[in-house]
C-alpha cells in the first residue's frame, strides 16, 4: 500500500479586523491639552499629540459603535464634529463613532 503524498498544512491564523480610527480636535482657541477617553479605553484620559492646527490620535479598534470624549484643559466636552451623539447615564452627551 503506497503512502499518500498529501500534506497536512495548519490553517494560518486569521488577521485581526482591527483598523486605525482618527481622532481629531481642532479650535481657533487656546487651549494647552486635549486628551481623549472613551469606552474603548475604560474611559481613561489619554493625551493627544498637538500638530500646528490641532490635536490628533490614533486608536486601534475592532469594527463596532464606541462612545467617547475629548477632555479639553480638563473640562469633558463631546466631538461637535462627530456624526452621531447619545446622552449618558450622567445627562451628558457622549459622542458615538463607528468602525468597519
Same mark, same amino acid.
Given at each position: %500500500? &503506497?503512502?499518500?503524498? &498529501?500534506?497536512?498544512? #495548519?490553517?494560518? &491564523?486569521?488577521?485581526? %479586523?482591527?483598523?486605525?480610527?482618527?481622532? &481629531?480636535?481642532?479650535?481657533?482657541?487656546?487651549?494647552?491639552?486635549?486628551?481623549?477617553?472613551?469606552?474603548?479605553?475604560?474611559?481613561? #484620559?489619554? #493625551? %493627544? +499629540?498637538?500638530? $500646528?492646527?490641532?490635536?490628533?490620535?490614533?486608536?486601534?479598534?475592532?469594527?463596532? +459603535?464606541?462612545?467617547?470624549?475629548?477632555?479639553?484643559?480638563?473640562?469633558?466636552?463631546?466631538?461637535?464634529?462627530? #456624526?452621531?451623539?447619545?446622552? $449618558?447615564?450622567?445627562?451628558?452627551? $457622549?459622542?458615538?463613532?463607528?468602525?468597519?
Amino acid at each position: %500500500m &503506497k503512502k499518500s503524498s &498529501k500534506k497536512t498544512v #495548519p490553517a494560518k &491564523k486569521s488577521k485581526s %479586523m482591527k483598523k486605525f480610527q482618527s481622532f &481629531k480636535w481642532a479650535s481657533n482657541q487656546d487651549v494647552n491639552e486635549v486628551c481623549l477617553a472613551g469606552d474603548f479605553n475604560g474611559w481613561t #484620559p489619554v #493625551p %493627544m +499629540e498637538k500638530t $500646528n492646527d490641532a490635536f490628533q490620535a490614533l486608536v486601534e479598534l475592532e469594527p463596532g +459603535e464606541y462612545q467617547y470624549k475629548f477632555i479639553i484643559d480638563g473640562q469633558w466636552i463631546h466631538d461637535p464634529a462627530a #456624526p452621531k451623539a447619545t446622552l $449618558n447615564a450622567f445627562g451628558t452627551t $457622549n459622542s458615538v463613532v463607528f468602525v468597519d
